[in-house]
């Protein structure tokens, strides 16, 4: 019994450091890990990871679930942001959708780079 605590229903690491995986492989072997926990274990609630991009759609794509970043992760990333002393990016909302499908591609931010048109 876990005391209505929650509880990793695994790990996954993998090693490959002579640069011979393919394009893709990554997402490829996240996603089929994830449908076949996700098929045994139908009451996920959500899921959790680093900030790579594959990992976060991957888990968005198989589980359908709430996603959150790891705890050091995202106050890390954070800082690191934060402490970079150059403008923000101007933002595109079809291209932030290619990298994490779950943001809406016509949402954008109200505030942009320059002077703002009324």
């Known amino acids: 019994k876990a005391n209505r605590q929650s509880l990793p229903l695994g790990f996954l690491f993998t090693v490959m450091t002579d640069g011979s995986a393919k ?7 996240l996603t089929e890990t994830l449908a076949w926990l996700s098929k045994r274990c139908p009451n996920i609630k959500w899921t959790l990871s680093d900030k790579d991009p594959s990992e976060i759609n991957t888990c968005h794509d198989a589980i359908k679930k709430k996603h959150q970043l790891c ?3 995202a106050p890390r990333y954070i800082e690191e942001r934060l402490a970079e002393d150059k403008l923000p990016a101007a933002y595109n909302p079809r291209k932030a959708h290619a990298v994490f499908r779950i943001i809406d591609p016509t949402w954008a931010p109200g505030v942009t780079r320059g002077p703002v048109v009324e």
């Open 71 to 73: 705890y050091w992760h």
């Open 23 to 29: 394009p893709g492989a990554k997402q490829c072997m």
